[in-house]
């Protein structure tokens, strides 16, 4: 008995928080269950719309049956695309920021001494945007040094993301000026236009020209190699990341992606941007095969290995993380110079996946990608 009532207050308690993160209009409802192959609680409910939608407690995010695919397809981005046929079902109060199933940046809620950064802001395009600034320990003033963008998911904060992918210490070791940027409000929510205009794309942020903005402020602050300016990011971060590789090639030397993907339509670059991408088998949000407007990890890695000259059959090897088995990808060209590198992780999930491939985690990885390339090709002694 004592077992019994602590389960049925856990019940109400959970269906009061799905209840709460959604002003949706349904006409029939189910109860929760408890998915053994997941770990986790799920709510199914039918809507008025005539589809089937799924809460999963973990992802704390709901899920619509695709019929066409017979799979389950996140609703994360229905308020940052239209195509969605149940968007048109959703009542005016779908706007109001209090709504959090949108917010799929796996730092939410997380924070982090932020006392060694500076807050900066700037005018652009009407609005105030903000940026976290973080000026690393090694830094003299006397010779120049690589710029970094990293960019939070959708949803997310500059401050929660710097928490859980916090490359202050790599700055530090490495010598770059660290930046991460916070994404303006769409629907209530932070996020990254990373798409151009018409279509569907329902965003009219102008975050180019807030990246060149924040390249012109800080280059006329501080000693920048403006041949060595580097932008990755998580989610739709890494979505912004391959939209600032074909839209400003003549500026970003490099990118990174980590549980992101490349939308379909994104800008062909007009110079070759060296490409590092990590992707986790079980990302329920963001699909390692594509899908919904996003291009597939093997799609994104074939073309961008074609845009930079690489060949398109890439070397594998096997590695391992902890209990994980990652498969590393390198796409080359003929003179050896690698300019796609995928790390496929199998099991990994939608956030910044915490690796450690012989010592080096995803941050490591990353700056030691990038450390080979600037705007004129490979450096030779990185």
């Known amino acids: 008995m004592r ?6 207050f856990l019940s109400l308690f959970k269906l009061s928080a799905a209840e709460s993160t959604s002003s949706w209009n349904w006409h029939q409802q189910f109860p929760w269950v408890y998915s053994e192959a997941e770990s986790d609680w799920q709510y199914w409910r039918a809507g008025a719309d005539g589809q089937f939608y799924l809460w999963k407690d973990k992802d704390q995010t709901w899920y619509r049956f695709d019929t066409t695919k017979s799979t389950w397809v996140s609703t994360i981005w229905d308020s940052y695309f239209s195509s969605s046929d ?3 079902d959703k009542d005016d109060s779908s706007k109001d920021s209090s709504w959090s199933w949108t917010d799929k940046d796996s730092s939410k809620g997380q924070t982090s001494d932020t006392s060694d950064t500076l807050s900066l802001s700037l005018s ?11 000026v690393p320990t090694s830094y003299t003033g006397n010779t120049q040094v690589p710029l970094l963008f990293n960019f939070h998911g959708y949803g997310g904060t500059s401050s929660g993301h710097l928490s859980s992918a916090d490359m202050r210490s790599l700055a530090d070791k490495e010598n770059f000026i660290l930046v991460y940027p916070q994404g303006s409000l769409i629907s209530g929510s932070p996020h990254w236009n990373s798409s151009l205009p018409g279509g569907d794309n329902k965003s009219t942020a102008d975050d180019i020209g ?4 924040m390249i012109s402020s800080l280059s006329s602050t501080y000693q920048i190699d403006a041949t060595r300016i580097y932008a990755c990011g998580y989610s739709n971060g890494g979505m912004m990341s391959y939209f600032l590789a074909g839209s400003m090639s003549d500026k970003i030397a490099a990118i990174g992606s980590m549980s992101g993907t490349m939308l379909e339509g994104n800008p062909t670059p007009a110079n070759p941007v060296a490409m590092i991408n990590i992707h986790g088998t079980n990302d329920s949000v963001l699909s390692y095969s594509g899908g919904d407007g996003s291009t597939s990890t093997a799609n994104t890695l074939s073309y961008w290995a074609e845009q930079n000259g690489a060949s398109t059959i890439p070397v594998v090897s096997t590695l391992i993380s902890g209990s994980s088995s990652v498969e590393k990808s390198v796409y ?8 796609v590198e995928h790390y496929k992780v199998n099991g990994g999930g939608h956030v910044w996946i915490d690796l450690d491939i012989n010592g080096s985690n995803a941050n490591q990885l990353i700056w030691d990608f990038f450390k080979k ?3 004129n090709g490979p450096i030779t002694n990185p």
Request: net charge negative.
């Open 3 to 8: 077992f019994f009532v602590p389960l049925i």
């Open 86 to 88: 149940s968007s048109s």
């Open 124 to 134: 652009h395009d009407g609005l105030t945007r903000e940026y976290l600034l973080y």
């Open 210 to 213: 807030f990246v060149d903005a």
């Open 332 to 339: 080359a060209d003929n003179n050896g110079t690698v300019w």
């Open 373 to 375: 390339h600037d705007l």
